[in-house]
């Protein structure tokens, strides 16, 4: 049973930094591709960035590219988002999430595993 926890959320000015956490468990991850997603209220779920567990390689969406950096620890089976310049906008529950493939993948619905989320709060 593969288990996804977030932590790291929280409220920071825009312009802050915050660096979220994601911790799996429960499988060898090697074979997987790992990502971010966040939904703001009364929005779809959005495609943040996306890595693969075994070499690294990342995707981002265009509008979190230079912003946010997506990263792994895999001593410490553990997934990270770096988020700088914050912004308003960015205010959402964000998601990790897995799945059982290693392509990298922006579609939400080609990831089986999801952790309950962590809220980001942006206040101008």
């Known amino acids: 049973q593969v288990q996804l926890v977030e932590s790291g959320g929280g409220m920071v000015q825009a312009g802050g930094s915050l660096r979220l956490s994601c911790a799996a468990s429960g499988r060898t991850f090697s074979s997987y591709a790992m990502g971010w997603f966040r939904q703001a209220p009364g929005k779809e779920r959005e495609f943040v960035a996306a890595?693969?567990?075994?070499?690294?390689?990342?995707y981002y969406a265009d509008s979190m590219k230079g912003r946010f950096t997506i990263s792994r620890d895999n001593a410490k089976n553990t997934m990270y988002l770096q988020m700088n310049s914050l912004k308003p906008d960015d205010t959402a529950v964000y998601y990790c999430?897995?799945?059982?493939?290693?392509?990298?993948?922006?579609?939400?619905?080609?990831?089986?595993?999801w952790g309950q989320g962590t809220q980001v709060t942006v206040t101008a």
């Open positions: 999430t897995a799945r059982n493939y290693s392509a990298l993948n922006a579609h939400a619905k080609e990831y089986q595993y």
């Open positions: 890595i693969t567990w075994s070499s690294g390689r990342t």
